[in-house]
T-cell receptor, first 115, second 111 residues
Framework: DVKVTQSSRYLVKRTGEKVFLECVQDMDHENMFWYRQDPGLGLRLIYFSYDVKMKEKGDIPEGYSVSREKKERFSLILESASTNQTSMYLC??????????????FGEGSRLTVL | QKEVEQNSGPLSVPEGAIASLNCTYSDRGSQSFFWYRQYSGKSPELIMFIYSNGDKEDGRFTAQLNKASQYVSLLIRDSQPSDSATYLCAALHQAGTALIFGKGTTLSVSS
């Protein structure tokens, strides 16, 4: 069964802390994504990666960075957490096949609260 | 910024009725569109995709695409209470790699 695993379901951090959100997929997918989801704002793309060590900014990259040192792992980093980064963070992956039919495989989400 | 717009709802329909969910997009270069369903507390899951103008049917679901009007819709026939969820419209952007989602429409089907 295909799987995207996010390391933490719930985190509580303090303002200014450095936060790491980890995501691992076991499907050998080339593309991986980080979204955040907030009530009334929907899913917004933070960063994505199409290959190891490659990254691209999404719509809201400010305050975030990412790391992809291995194909299966994509990490989201909050260098200095702020209260406006309190959110649900969703990791997703997909294949880069030409016949891709649109399915993003999502993790269960990491709910981050910044106090 | 390329955008996908949806009416947030809630959209309420009785059991057995047709639910119609609508979406517009701003980027005329977008070619591929997707509907995802998200139950409360769960992650989104793909319902169907559409690339070509016209209708595409899959069971009780029909996706419609009109590229000239930049409009995508999802019809759910014979709506069931189990269809109650948030429906997310998405378009393929970022050089064909990333999905950009709308804010979602909440559907409530009453029995």
């Amino acid at each position: 069964d295909v799987k995207v695993t996010q390391s933490s379901r719930y985190l509580v951090k303090r303002t200014g802390e450095k936060v790491f959100l980890e995501c691992v997929q076991d499907m050998d997918h080339e593309n991986m994504f980080w979204y955040r989801q907030d009530p009334g704002l929907g899913l917004r793309l933070i960063y994505f990666s199409y290959d190891v060590k490659m990254k691209e900014k999404g719509d809201i990259p400010e305050g975030y960075s990412v790391s992809r040192e291995k194909k299966e792992r994509f990490s989201l980093i909050l260098e200095s957490a702020s209260t406006n980064q309190t959110s649900m963070y969703l990791c997703a992956s997909r294949s880069a096949d030409e016949d891709w039919t649109g399915e993003l495989f999502f993790g269960e989400g990491s709910r981050l609260t910044v106090l | 910024q390329k955008e996908v717009e949806q009416n947030s709802g809630p959209l309420s329909v009785p059991e057995g009725a047709i639910a119609s969910l609508n979406c517009t997009y701003s980027d005329r270069g977008s070619q591929s569109f997707f509907w995802y369903r998200q139950y409360s507390g769960k992650s989104p899951e793909l319902i169907m995709f559409i690339y070509s103008n016209g209708d595409k049917e899959d069971g009780r679901f029909t996706a419609q695409l009109n590229k000239a009007s930049q409009y995508v819709s999802l019809l759910i026939r014979d709506s069931q209470p189990s269809d109650s969820a948030t429906y997310l419209c998405a378009a393929l952007h970022q050089a064909g790699t990333a999905l950009i989602f709308g804010k979602g429409t909440t559907l409530s089907v009453s029995s």
